[in-house]
């Protein structure tokens, strides 16, 4: 009798283990580290951040987090937790290598979703390129068992050569499922010429219409103020012709226009006349193939750029690039990390890396930089479930080394990375 009542107590008492355990399963704590969640606070120390089902459970102190019982726990004392990277302008396409047309298909895209992935960037904004591939991956990784960055697609860069061709592209676009427009309003430095005035009034109309925000290519701070009176919603580059002016600034403020310098794109167009530093850092060289960095080396290679008027008009005018951002930013406008990485020698992770950097040279506190790349990054790109590090957002974020708000180089020290509260696999 007593050992019926014993056994009966024990197969409760583990029972009740067993379902308490159960309905954590999949909860993972971390404890102890000095967590930056990607909104306005200042960095929480000695936090905890419990993550359950690929999201955000809880995050506080901890003396006011309860650990969930049967959860996982993961001591990050010393370390440093920031959100997961948004690269709110970036490009996963057909790139092999210096190939840009090395193949668009899955193997290739998750190859580099993975390597984003790896150096912390969690989200790529695809503004461009993409095709069935693509939508199909964006369309799979709502899930807790994400491992890879997560992507969001523009579909073509809409052309077009009268503006009913303009909204029928759009209107493409949009049965794909894309989650934003993307346009070039640009004559590459003299070298093309741009479409008419009217087909882009068209296309914001018609994006619109379809409930999709614009994302505009430029380069001069004419057009950016024409596409801001088209109402076009995020400037995917910096304006890099002129200082921007009071009436600009003006305009942004009323809008609510976001701002995407991508400075390292500058730099990639010209930075392979010489050997660049980078090519001596191992956080770069820890994913490159080494017959890259030869064929960029190569001195007819390196010349070639040298002599390239537009690469040089690009280096020249990258300090306009740089004063613009610094402005932008002291004057309150949102602005957003991305660097058009994806293309040949744009490289995807390092740069993004690179680009926190720029903007802290620009004139960001480290801290002001990291919040373009997660919290103000997702805000712009308009997807609320990441981003920051808040409850019920998801589980992506990297722990670090070092302290990244301290010095913004500090970002090297990714140590680890988590998409939906899964770690990323080493390759
Ligand atoms: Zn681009």
Known sequence: MIRAITSALALFGFLFVSISTLANEGTIAFVGATIIDGTDAEPLEDGVLVVTEGRVR????????????????????????????INAHGHVGATVGLNGNGGYDRANLLRQLGL?????????????????????????????????????????????????????EVNRNADMGADFIKVRIDDNLGATQKMPRPFFEALVDQAHTRRLPVAVHLYYLDDAKFMLQANADIIAHSI???PVDQEFINMVTERGTCYIPTLTREVSTFVYESIPDFFEDPYFLKEVEPAIIEELSTPERMSRIAGSRSAQTYKAQLPTAMENVGTLHNAGIRVAMGTDTGPPARFQGYFEHMEMHMMVDAGMSPLNAIRSSTGVAADCIGMGDIGTLEPGKWGDFSVLTENPADDIRNSHSIESVYIAGNLVPNE
């Open 116 to 168: 984003y992935a790896r150096y912390g960037v969690t989200t790529v904004n695809s503004l461009g390129g993409d095709e069935a591939a693509g939508f199909q991956l964006r369309n799979e990784q709502f899930t807790s068992g994400l491992n890879r960055a997560r992507i969001y697609t523009a579909g073509s860069v809409v052309v077009g050569d009268s503006e009913q061709a303009i909204r029928d």
């Open 240 to 242: 890099r012709d002129l």
């Open 58 to 85: 809880s995050v506080g102190p901890r003396s006011e987090v309860t650990l969930p019982a049967g959860a996982e726990v993961v001591d990050v004392s010393g370390k440093f937790i920031m959100p997961g990277l």
